[in-house]
């Protein structure tokens, strides 16, 4: 058995309220084995046997049907999550966020160059490693930057998804 996460994309935002139980059931009568959750914000826990290229399809599909919506989720292995987590390029500060942005590999270049071409970006810090897009700034700033506007634009809801590097911890703890 293989542990993972998957970020959903848009739950509980916008007009789209989904249960997380409920999540929890649509995953486990898709196969997946040990479901949980951690944190309403769409981080799903769970075991599973199959094949991993298949899993995103599968899941999105069984989410869509079960919810009448658009479903969007990045499923990411507990050593993929690890790998995110040790290569944290940035220091924690007190009075400023980390994120992680979860997506495909060619997503990390194009948000490195909106990130460069933000205004108003001067306590922020944006880095690539190893793909994986990770954004430093101000706490109260997230979605009042520039840069952190991106996170509603519609033409990458499915490409991409955000989470907190304390988010991230605590999936690693929780998964292990």
């Known amino acids: 058995m293989k542990k993972c996460c998957a970020f959903l994309r ?3 935002v916008n007009g789209t309220s989904i249960k ?14 040990n479901v949980q959750i951690l944190l309403a914000s769409g981080n799903i826990l ?3 046997e199959n094949n991993a290229e298949a899993l995103k399809t599968i899941l999105e599909k069984s989410m869509s049907e079960a919810f009448s919506y658009k479903a969007f989720l990045f499923v990411r292995s507990l050593e993929e999550i690890e790998a995110i987590a040790e290569n944290m ?10 994120y992680v942005f979860i997506s495909d590999k060619e997503r990390s270049a194009e948000l490195l160059t909106f ?8 306590q922020e ?15 109260g700033n997230t979605l009042q930057s520039d840069f952190g506007k991106i996170l509603g634009k519609k033409s990458l809801k499915d490409k991409l998804t955000s989470r907190n590097f304390n988010t991230i911890e605590k999936i690693i703890t929780k998964l292990k």
């Not at 997380?20 to 084995?33: A, E, L, Q, R, Y």
């Not at 810090?125 to 706490?139: E, G, L, M, N, R």
Request: with cysteine; charged share 30%.
């Open 125 to 139: 810090s944006a880095k690539i490693v190893k793909d994986v897009f990770y954004w430093q700034t101000p706490k």
């Open 46 to 48: 769970f075991e599973f």
């Open 89 to 98: 390029p940035f220091k924690t500060k007190e009075d400023f966020h980390n």
């Open 20 to 33: 997380m139980k409920n999540v929890c059931d649509v995953f486990s009568n898709s196969g997946m084995k």
């Open 10 to 12: 848009g739950v509980n």
């Open 115 to 122: 990130f460069e071409n933000a205004k108003n970006k001067e």
